[in-house]
Structure formats: C-alpha cells, structure tokens
C-alpha cells in the first residue's frame, strides 16, 4: 500500500495539522515476546493492529506537509488510543502481567508518544495556531458476527461545532469524489468516546484544537494498489475541499 500525495491548496495560514496513527503496526518488542507464546496469530488480525490505517496516515501527512506521528508497536501489548485508566489499556494478553512489567511498558512505549503529540500540539497552539488534528484508523469488516455497513467513517465531538462542520464538509465532498462508498458519521464508534483525540479535547479549547478520527473499511486494505491510491487519492481530494 503505497503512500499517495495528491495536491492540497493551502487553507487558512493560521491553521496547524498533525497526523497520528496509533495502531500502525503489530510489533512486539523482542523483551516482551515470550508472554505473547502461542498467540501470535492474534498479532496478524484487526486485534493487533489497524491495517491500512499507517499508509493512509503516510499518504494525509505528506499532503497536508504535517507532522507524522505513529506507533508499530501491537494495541495487544499497550493501546496508545485509549486512557490510562481505561480498562482494555492492557489486553487480556498483557492485563494479567505483574504491575511492574505494564508500569515498564506504559513509560517505553504509551507515555513516549502521548507526550509527544500533546506538547506538539500545546506548541502550536501557543504559538496562536489552530491545530486541525486527523487520527488515522481502520476497522475490521465485521464485528461479533455484525457486517460493518460502511466503508469510510468520520468521528468527531458532535458538541465542537468546528469537528461537526469539517466531518459534514468532508462527508459532502467524498460523496462526489468517491461516490461508491458509503461514509458514515460517527461510525462505527462514537467520535467523542475514550481517545487520544478526546483526551486532547480536555486540554484544548475547540477555538485551538479539532480532532477528527478517519475510520477505513479494511477491506479496501487488502485490495490492489491501484484501488489503494485511487482510495487514498479521493480521501485527500474530499479533504482538501472541506478545508477549502
């Protein structure tokens, strides 16, 4: 899945993107790999990482000239989208490790890149800039025996009405670049629910931040790389035109 960088006018100068991907790989650190024995075809589904969700994240940051901000370590080892007090941090592979072990993962690897993105973030925004932040993602095609009915999902804070205005711009303008598939917003999970975009909307003011999580269909991961830019292509397409 090759990265795809189509043209994006420039928007309004005041505005600041970053691009993240929190699931972008299935790496277990060599230190850790003995407690995944046995469970490694796990590492290969949509429960060890977002497939796709890395390339389209490559494909925005070079189009938008952002910031690129990602992990390839596997969500089953520590998932870098959720709280720290959340109660599926760990997975059931990892929850039940000693307190020491997750505490050695949780500074390696989660408080790392949190940190990162947030004074990132803080940075530009002190600097009087409007930080538009997209959070690349994918979805498995069905779920506990439910068909996912879409094949591109937009999630936001319903209640920022900057998130609400891009994602309606964004949805209006992929009907037209890529009318075959169905976009749905705030699906298949609800944009404002435990997340890294959520957890940067308690710091940020919605006049300083808007983050918006782009959800793929991995079905259209594991087609051709012809399909793949032309996905990639009309995604970036539509953006540009909701920002413009």
Known sequence: ???????????????????????????????????????????????????????????????????????????????????PNHPKLYSELTRPLPRQVKQEIMERHYLPYRTEVESRVAQAVKQGRRVIHISSHSFT?????????????LLYDSKRSEESKLCRLWQAALKKSLPD??????????????????????????DTYTGVELELNQLHAYTDDRHWRALCTGIIKALSQALA
Not at 16 to 23: A, K, L, W
Not at 182 to 199: E, I, K, Q
């Open 1 to 83: 899945m090759p990265s795809v960088r189509p043209h994006v006018p420039a928007v309004v100068s005041r505005d600041f993107f970053i691009v993240t991907c929190e699931h972008g790989g299935n790496r277990i650190p060599a230190r850790y790999r003995n407690y995944f024995s046995g469970h490694g075809g796990f590492l290969e589904t949509h429960r060890g990482y977002d497939r796709g969700a890395l390339p389209m994240a490559r494909s925005l940051a070079s189009a938008l000239s952002a910031p690129l901000f990602y992990t390839t370590v596997s969500r089953l080892l520590i998932d870098l989208n959720r709280s």
């Open 141 to 153: 095609p069905e779920l506990n025996g439910e068909v996912r009915d879409a094949d591109i999902g």
């Open 181 to 206: 598939l169905r976009v749905r917003m705030n699906y298949p999970y609800s944009g404002s629910s435990d997340g890294l975009t959520a957890a940067l909307r308690k710091r940020f003011t919605p």
